[in-house]
């Protein structure tokens, strides 16, 4: 299984906090932003590292630096921009990409509206970020167009994950890890994760 859920105390109770209905706006995105910056920290435990020589005020050592490769954060618009700063508190050197999809709401299609990356796409490990996994229809398109691009490694970060998502990802791509805070149960019929937290960008950006 390409799947890890993040099993840590403050993540359960900040995720409990952002599916609450009475969570504004202005705290919902703080804890999505915070949620991302934990997930960022697990998901890059495999980040290569360096020798580096350096002194110290005592003596000189051998350190550990991030070896060279520039990791390249890709935000799904528009929710998954909700996780870009948290992230990048963490790893602010990385590049930034960004795919536009939307769901239709009838057919749960996403439609592609805005694609935008940096270069060398090929020689960088990518961070795809969306807060919501739902059918995974948006996730997998997104990850087809990066891999088109020659994108070889990619992972994917989403707070909520329900196991039809998951299952379509491990499917469509085994190759790509997952990481979710946490498991949601099912769908409704609208394609909406149960108990989930609603609609992520709708509540990030207040425009519901
Ligand atoms: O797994 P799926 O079934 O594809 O659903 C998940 C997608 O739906 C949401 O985006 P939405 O289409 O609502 O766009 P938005 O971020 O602009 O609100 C969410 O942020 C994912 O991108
Ligand atoms: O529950 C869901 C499903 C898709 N997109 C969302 O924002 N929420
Ligand atoms: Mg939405």
């Known amino acids: 299984m390409n799947t890890t859920i993040l099993s840590h105390p403050i993540i359960s109770h900040k995720v409990t906090l952002l599916r609450k209905t009475d969570t504004a706006s202005k705290d919902f995105r703080i804890l999505v932003s915070e949620i ?3 997930m960022a920290y697990e998901a890059t435990r ?3 590292l360096q020798d580096v020589s350096i002194t110290t005020p005592l003596q000189q050592m051998t350190g550990k630096e991030i070896a060279g ?3 390249v954060l890709v935000p799904i618009l528009r929710a998954g921009l909700g996780m870009l700063d948290g992230v990048l508190t963490l790893l602010p050197s990385a590049r930034v990409g960004h795919i536009g999809l939307a769901r239709d709401h009838e057919t749960l299609q996403p439609i592609k509206y805005y694609y935008n990356m940096p270069k060398e796409l090929d020689k960088r490990d990518v961070l795809v970020l969306d807060p919501m996994l739902a059918t995974g229809g948006s996730a997998s398109a997104a990850i087809d167009f990066l891999k ?5 490694r990619i992972k994917l970060l989403c707070v909520l994950g329900a196991p039809e998502g998951v299952a379509r990802i491990e499917k469509d791509h085994p190759d790509v890890q997952i990481y979710i805070a946490e498991l949601d149960e ?3 019929e609208h394609g909406y994760i149960l108990p989930g937290l609603g609609d992520a960008g709708d509540r990030i950006f207040a425009t519901k």
């Open 46 to 48: 495999d980040l290569e």
């Open 69 to 71: 490769k520039k990791l």
């Open 36 to 38: 991302a910056t934990m």
């Open 186 to 188: 099912r769908l409704n």
């Open 148 to 152: 088109a691009d020659g994108c070889k």
